[in-house]
C-alpha cells in the first residue's frame, strides 16, 4: 500500500549483488503471503527485471530469484502461466544445470509449484527440457534437492498419461525405485507419491513401474512410523492393484494384500483409505483374488473401519470394498454376512445421524445389494427382515425365496424364529416382485401354518 513494490523495482538492477539479491528476497516474501500481493509484483513488471541477468548472477541470487518465482507461482494456473510467458523457464534451465545443489533445489522448487496446476503448464515445464535434469537431481547426493526433485517429477507426472511417459523416458522410475528403502522419511514420501502418479495412469506405466522390482521393498512402507510413507505405499499399491486382474495377483503373490491389511489394522483416519481402495481393487477383480482378501483375514479390519471412522467417505470406501468382497457367489457373501457386516451397513443407512450426501447412501444401499444379491445364509439375513426400509427388505425376501423351497430344515427354522409372520406383515403392491417373493415363501407351507 505504500508503493513499496515500485521502490523495490530499479534496485534490482542496483550495481551491488548483495543489494539485488537482498531486493529479491523481499520481492518473494511479499509474493509468498497472498495472491493479491504476487498479482502486484507480477503487474509491476518485475519478472522481466528479475530475470534478465540471471545466467551471470552468483548462486545467491539465482536461488533468491528461484524463490520469487515459486512464491508468485503457487497461488494459482494464471500467476504460473504468466512466469512461463516471461521466459522464466529457459532461465530455471539453466539454474538446474548449476553446480550449486541449493541453486538446483530453488529451481527443482520452482518448477514443481509451475507443473502441479494444470496439463498446460506441466506440458511448458516439459517443453523447457526440465525431466531430464530433475532425473539427474535425483541421483545427487544431496537429500534435500533428492526430495524437491521427486516431488517435481510427481507434480509432472500427475496429469496425463503422456506427461507420465515423458518421465519414464527419461529413465526416472529405475531411480526412484532406488530410494524407496532410504531413511529419510520425507524423501520416500516424495518417492513413492511420483511411482503413484506414474502408475496410475494406464496398464503399461503400471507394469513398467511394478519392473523396477518395488516389490516386496515397498511393503516395509506399509509399517513405516511416518504417516504419509504409510499413505503413499498404501497408494502406490493400490494404483497398481487397480488396473488388471494379473496385476492383483502378482500383489497378493508378494504378500501385498497380508500388508495392507496389516496397515489398516495399524492407523486411522485418511491414512487408512488408500489401503481399504486397495483391498476393495483386488477383490472386485475376480472370486480367486476375492478370497485370497477373504483367507488373509480383510473382512474384519474394513467392518472395524465402518464402525470406529467418523468421515463419511471413509465409512463408504468400506462398505464398497466389503461388497467388492461379498458379490461373487454365495460363499463369498457368506463370509462377509458371518462378520456381522450387514446389520452394520443396516444401521448407517437408515441412521437419521448418517449424513445425507447421497454418494455415502448410495454407497452403503450399494454393498448392501451386492453382497445380499448373493448371501443365501440365512441366520445372518433373518434379523433385517425386522429392521430393514421396503427397499432393503425386497432383496432379503428374494434370498428367503430362493432358499426356503429347496431346504427343510431352515423352513421349520423360519417359522420358530417369527420370520415367516414377519413376512405376513409386510404390505406388497399386487402384482409386485416383492408379492411373486412372498407368494413362493408362502407356498413352502401348509395354508394353516401360513394363516
Not at 502441479?116 to 517443453?127: C, F, G, I, T, Y
Not at 513413492?192 to 507394469?207: F, G, N, R, T, Y
Not at 486382474?245 to 497378493?252: D, K, R, T
Request: charged share 20%.
Amino acid at each position: 500500500n505504500s508503493g513499496v513494490v515500485c521502490l523495490l523495482r530499479p534496485l534490482l538492477l542496483d550495481v551491488v549483488p548483495s543489494i539485488r539479491q537482498t531486493t529479491a528476497l523481499a520481492l518473494g516474501r511479499l509474493a509468498d503471503y497472498d495472491m493479491d500481493l504476487a498479482e502486484a509484483v507480477v503487474r509491476a513488471g518485475i519478472l522481466p527485471q528479475l530475470i534478465c541477468a540471471l545466467p551471470e548472477e552468483n548462486r545467491y541470487y539465482k536461488k533468491t530469484a528461484a524463490f520469487v518465482l515459486r512464491a508468485i507461482a503457487k497461488h494459482s494456473p494464471q500467476l504460473a502461466q504468466a512466469i512461463v510467458q516471461c521466459g522464466a523457464l529457459e532461465m530455471l534451465v539453466i539454474c538446474l544445470e548449476d553446480f550449486d545443489p541449493g541453486v538446483k533445489e530453488g529451481a527443482s522448487w520452482a518448477f514443481g509449484y509451475i507443473a502441479r496446476h494444470n496439463p498446460e503448464l506441466s506440458q511448458a515445464v516439459v517443453d523447457a527440457g526440465a525431466v531430464p535434469l530433475l532425473v539427474l537431481c535425483i541421483q545427487e547426493p544431496e537429500i534435500a534437492l533428492k526430495r524437491i526433485a521427486a516431488s517435481t517429477l510427481s507434480d509432472i507426472s500427475k496429469h496425463s498419461p503422456e506427461l507420465a511417459q515423458t518421465v519414464v523416458d527419461a529413465g526416472a522410475i529405475a531411480h526412484l525405485a532406488q530410494m524407496i528403502p532410504n531413511p529419510d522419511a520425507k524423501l520416500k514420501r516424495q518417492v513413492l507419491s511420483a511411482l503413484s502418479q506414474i502408475a496410475k495412469h494406464s496398464v503399461d506405466l503400471a507394469e513398467l513401474v511394478v519392473e523396477a522390482e518395488i516389490f516386496p521393498v515397498v511393503l516395509t512402507c506399509l509399517k513405516d512410523s511416518d504417516e504419509y510413507v504409510k499413505k503413499n505405499g498404501a497408494t502406490l499399491i493400490r494404483e497398481i492393484a487397480k488396473h488388471t486382474p494379473e496385476l492383483s495377483q502378482f500383489i497378493v503373490n508378494s504378500g501385498g494384500v497380508a500388508a495392507v491389511i496389516d496397515c489398516i489394522g495399524s492407523c486411522r483416519g485418511t491414512v487408512r483409505l488408500p489401503g481399504i481402495m486397495t483391498l476393495g481393487y483386488v477383490a472386485a477383480h475376480s472370486e480367486n483374488l476375492s478370497m485370497a482378501v477373504i483367507v488373509s483375514k480383510g473382512i474384519p479390519p474394513l467392518c472395524v473401519c465402518l464402525i470406529e471412522e467418523h468421515e463419511d467417505h471413509i465409512k463408504a470406501a468400506a462398505a464398497w470394498a466389503l461388497g467388492q468382497i461379498g458379490r461373487h457367489t454365495a460363499e463369498h457373501a457368506r463370509h462377509v454376512a458371518v462378520a456381522n457386516v450387514l446389520p452394520t451397513l443396516l444401521d448407517i443407512y437408515v441412521d437419521t445421524r448418517s449424513s445425507e450426501d447421497l454418494k455415502m447412501k448410495a454407497s452403503i444401499l450399494k454393498a448392501l445389494k451386492n453382497i445380499l444379491q448373493k448371501c443365501t445364509y440365512l441366520p445372518a439375513l433373518e434379523p433385517l427382515l425386522h429392521e430393514a426400509p421396503p427397499n432393503i427388505l425386497k432383496h432379503i425376501i428374494g434370498q428367503f425365496s430362493k432358499v426356503l423351497p429347496h431346504d427343510s430344515k431352515a423352513r421349520r427354522l423360519f417359522v420358530t424364529t417369527g420370520g415367516l409372520k414377519k413376512v405376513q406383515e409386510i404390505k406388497a403392491e399386487p402384482g409386485s416382485l416383492l408379492q411373486e417373493y412372498i407368494n413362493t415363501i408362502n407356498n413352502c407351507y401348509p395354508e394353516e401354518i401360513v394363516r
